[in-house]
Every structure is written in C-alpha cells, then in structure tokens.
C-alpha cells in the first residue's frame, strides 16, 4: 500500500517524491521513539494509515485501499518498542502539527488523523488547549481524535476533548453498521461539552499491515482514519469545483475552511442508530451526531425551496472566526448545523499537561496531504489477504 521501489524509506526525514509517503518524522524528543513500526503494537500505524490512504495501485492487485487512495501521507512517529504501547509526543502539540501543515516540496497536509490519547475523563487539559490552539492559529487545518475505547459515560480521552477537533466514535461493524460499538468512549466532557463528534465504522476493520497480511482489529483508533479519510473526499469536492452543480468545474473550486469542512462531516450524519434496543437521536453523546456518510455530504449542494425569512438556505458557506465557548453550530433545516465555528482555546481548569499513558485507546498520529501511532484494541486477527473488499 505505501512501498515504493523507487524512493527506499530506512530511517527518518523527507521523502517528497515517494509515491505515497511525503515525510516520516519523530514526533518526539524521547530517544526511545524510533523508526519504524512495531509487532508489539499491532502494526497500529501501518493499520490506520491504510485505512485512510493505502493504495497499491502499479505495484500490485488488491482491492482493498483507503478511503482517499491518491492523498499522500506525512507520517510522525511517536513510539517505539522500549515505549510498549505507550507514546511520547513534544510537550507542545502546536510543535507535533506544525510540520506536517509546512511541509516539503511534495505538498502539505490539511488533515490530520490521530488514534492516540490520554484518559482524562473528559477534562480539558493542556494537550486539548495545544491542538485548539493550533486549529485557532492555522483555520484551514482539520484535526481528527480518537474519542477513546473506556466503554462508558463521560470517558472521552485528551485530546479528544478539544473543542474544534472532529473527535471519534466507534460503530459496529456490517450489518449492523448503525449500532453503537460497546467500548466506545462516551461524552459529554467534562465541561458539559457535547461528545464524540460523529461516528464511523471502527470494529473489524481489516486492513494491511507487514509484511503482506491484512489483520482486523477494533476500536475508535479503526474508526478516526475512516472519518478523516472521508473528510479528504468532500475536501476534494469542494476544491475541485464539484460544489454547487455536481459537476466538476474548476473555476467553482474553492480551498474550505477546517471549521466548514468539519461543518460538512457533521451535517453528513446518518441516522438512527442504536445503542443495543435503544434507538437514538442525534446529537448525542454516545454518537455524537451519527455515522460519516460522504453521500449525504455531497448533497450539502442542493438548494430546494426558498428559505423562509430570516434563514439561510441549505448549502455550503463559510463561517468567520468568533472567540465562544462551547458548541456553537448554524441551523439551516431542523436536523443538522451545517456551519462550526472555531472556538478560541482556554486554559485548563488544572495544572499541567497530562501524562500521555495508553487508554485502551491510542498511540500515534499522522498527517494527510490532499500521520499518527495508535490505540490498544478489543479484538485482533490476522487473516490472510481477503479476495474482495471488506463490507465495513
């Protein structure tokens, strides 16, 4: 999915001509973090990463690839053997994202995917401040979070409880892709906020990893690179011009704002969904707003009837900056916000920044350019190649 003949990756730096991986950093100042993936971890990185954009088209047959398989991949590492599945990322995120937003010669990412965190029930802490104020700082760059696999209420990890990343819930896998997934981290944060963001797919999620098998596992760090991969679709709706008629036309292409196109995943959610027997209703805190669905997405571009007086019509527009707190979304017809405002960042309630231990939920982070490390998981098990595509 990610080799190149061509382009040899043995140790860190930049790569911008390799087909697939623009960059593979260290994301750390701790010496134990090295390069490469690890069997200890479940090849977590190689997993997600293939979710998000493998693609081994011109170097071999398989139909199994990401979900936006022409972005290339700004990959920084976080962890190494000596860590377990533990990570150690800067003591500043703002440091961690800035890179991947510069960039090389081969492009810059304006996605990021992270299935890694902290479990700090749901508070806002320093590492959740660092990657909202990234996001304040740098308003084209959407972030992704692992909501956490703590299987209950109020358990949403750091930093998925920032307030303007899309933070991830986990669904179970087809066909009963519209249930809750059981270990999924729940809302609200600890504030009141509302949490996770939106859900995705995340249980058996089979996808490659070394040397040449494909290994399913579980949890929200399966269902992050699925959402952000998906955001990087609408993203290239938007900036080919396919808004407003549905046709690709380049002179409607436009560059859409992180709090837009976290807008457009948001209003996407498809629902009902169930929680066991339990039907609900979005938004709520053990879905946030319901399943990604790029379909609906794309459907942001119809305008029907007039809009009564004093709303807007139903459509993509983009949403100044304004310093609130908590969520704030534009309702232009009853069942979804189809703007986000980016919130300004505020100092935690309390000391210093968490200690980045793993939850049942995370260790790395990448960066998409249209990197990450992972999140220990519920279930495992290495299959040989599939013959066709998995049905999550």
């Given at each position: ?44 990185g190689?997993h ?203 002179g ?20 009902p ?17 319901g ?44 069942a ?27 260790l790395?982070r ?27």
């Open positions: 999915m990610f080799r190149d003949a061509g382009v040899p990756i043995t140790d860190f730096g930049d790569f911008p001509t390799h087909r697939k991986i623009i960059a593979y950093k260290k994301g750390s100042t701790n010496p134990d973090v090295v390069f490469g993936d690890q069997s200890s971890a479940s090849y977590h190689t997600t990463a293939g979710t998000t954009v493998g693609n081994d088209d011109g170097i071999g047959a398989s139909p199994n690839d990401g979900m936006a398989k022409a972005a290339k991949l700004y990959f920084e590492d976080l962890s190494g053997p000596l860590l377990g599945t533990g990570l150690d990322p800067f003591l500043d995120l703002n440091d961690l994202f800035l890179p991947s937003y510069l960039g090389n010669a081969g492009g810059a990412a304006r996605v990021s995917s992270n299935s890694w965190g902290a479990p700090v029930a749901g508070a806002y802490d320093v590492t959740s401040l660092n990657t909202d104020q990234f996001m304040w700082n740098h308003p084209d760059y959407l972030i992704f979070f692992a909501n956490g696999n703590s299987a209950g209420s109020q358990t949403v990890g750091s930093p998925g409880a920032a307030k303007s990343v899309v933070s991830m819930g986990a669904l179970q896998t087809a066909p009963t892709q519209m249930n809750l997934a059981t270990y999924t981290s729940r809302g609200p944060a600890a504030d009141g906020r509302r949490k996770p963001t939106i859900a995705a797919v995340g249980t058996l999620i089979s996808a490659m990893t070394p040397p040449s098998d494909y290994q399913q596992i579980s949890g929200t760090s399966m269902a992050t690179p699925a959402a952000a991969g998906t955001s990087l679709l609408l993203r290239q709706y938007c900036t080919e011009g396919w808004y407003p008629t549905g046709t690709k036309v380049p409607n292409g436009f560059t859409p704002s992180a709090a837009l196109l976290k807008a457009m995943c948001v209003n996407s959610g498809d629902m969904l169930k929680n066991s027997s339990v039907t609900l209703a979005a938004p709520d805190n053990n879905v946030g707003y399943r990604i669905d790029a379909d609906i997405g794309a459907l942001l571009r119809r305008r029907s009837a007039p809009a009564p007086a004093g709303r807007l019509h139903p459509g993509l527009e983009h949403c100044t900056k304004h310093r609130v707190q908590g969520e704030c979304h534009r309702r232009d017809h009853p979804r916000g189809d703007a986000v405002l980016d919130r300004l960042p505020r100092q935690p309630g309390h000391g210093g920044p968490a200690r980045q231990q793993p939850e049942p939920h995370g790395e990448r960066d998409l350019v249209p990197g990450q490390r992972l999140q220990r998981v519920r279930h495992q098990r290495r299959l040989r190649p599939p013959a066709a595509p998995p049905t999550t």
